[in-house]
């Protein structure tokens, strides 16, 4: 199990630059198996150029890089794509592994569900499922639908404003192949919230959220567009902090359910995770799945479980 220390000692140094608000900003030190690691989020505020210095400033110095905010890559039928505007951040990055988490999100949210369902945390089965956005997390995707989730896709419409629910992984599938080729050519801005819009409410599309049970995926999408009252609900996700917690329990979320564990109150994104297992491991490149499963489970690193409101109940 991750634990936050008071003091460093000599530790490797994980710092993740993201497209997001410097509101968010934080900074822990924490222990895996004796070796102590500094983890630092610095945002931007959505401006690249500042994104690009900081990278190159602290390549060679630091151990990881994680770049958060923003996606490097997204994959669709068995292909990657690269984002053009995010792969122009680190173009002049050598020295130093740079982590977008998409590499952990896959095994590390992939077997979190399966967990969930084998120990009876969450029965899957036939419940009703909104994840935000299912092509930055088809790990989790494949997940739900194989414990029986009954899923909606909101790729279309959260990040293109386009009122169609997808409700199949195959479909999910088609509409990536035909888009992705696109949408990595265009400014992340158009279709993800980054700087300042991460930090306000624009309630949208709110009957997705009411419909449905359990609402998982991306946090900036979630707390962008989700109505101000959630009753009951569950929220599957990451990279929350004690404010966003605030806001979960004034809404009426019965559980939140982090990907990350959480680290002096909140949840880190997966791109600083993937930085931190990369860093442990002495690699200089991103690992494959069959390494990440690994160190999760040497390193004892677990993902975070709340009920805000009420007491524990099988959901």
């Known amino acids: 199990m991750i634990d936050s220390q008071t003091a460093a000692g000599s530790c490797k140094h994980i710092v993740s630059v993201s497209l997001g608000s410097s509101e968010r900003n934080a900074k822990s030190i924490v222990q895996l198996n ?38 490097l890559y997204v994959y669709a039928g068995g292909s990657r794509y690269t984002f053009r505007e995010s792969a122009q951040l680190i173009k002049n990055v050598k020295k130093t592994p740079v982590l977008d988490g998409s ?66 992984l195959q479909t999910l599938d088609k509409f990536a192949r035909l888009l992705a080729p696109i949408l990595t050519k265009l400014p992340v801005s158009w279709f993800y919230p980054m700087g300042a819009k991460q930090s306000q409410r624009k309630p949208q599309h709110q009957q997705y959220f009411l419909e449905n049970d359990i609402i998982a995926g ?32 004034n809404a009426g979320v019965h559980c939140l359910i982090t990907t990350t564990p959480s680290l002096d109150g909140r949840s880190y994104g997966t791109n600083v995770m993937e930085g931190l297992l990369v860093a442990a491991s002495g690699a200089k490149k991103q690992l494959d799945a ?26």
């Open 103 to 168: 590499g952990l999100k896959n095994s590390l949210e992939r077997s979190l569900i399966n967990r969930l369902a084998a120990d009876g945390t969450i029965a899957f089965q036939g419940k009703k499922v909104l994840l935000v956005c299912g092509v930055d997390r088809f790990g989790m995707a494949e997940a739900l639908v194989a414990n029986g989730a009954d899923v909606t896709f909101g790729d279309l419409i959260f990040g293109l404003n386009w009122e169609h629910p997808i409700k199949s």
């Open 218 to 249: 991306d946090f900036h999408f979630i707390r962008r567009f989700m109505p101000d009252k959630l009753p009951g609900k569950t929220i599957i996700t990451n990279t929350v902090t004690a404010g966003d917690r605030k806001l979960l329990r």
């Open 34 to 71: 004796g070796q102590a690691f500094m983890i630092e989020r610095l945002g931007t505020d959505g401006d690249l150029e500042k994104a690009r210095q900081l990278l190159e400033e602290l390549d060679g110095h630091v151990d990881a890089l994680g770049l958060g905010g923003t996606d």
């Open 290 to 315: 069959v390494s990440y499963e690994r160190l999760l489970q040497e390193y004892k690193i677990e993902s975070g479980l709340e009920y805000l409101n009420g007491e524990e109940e099988h959901a």
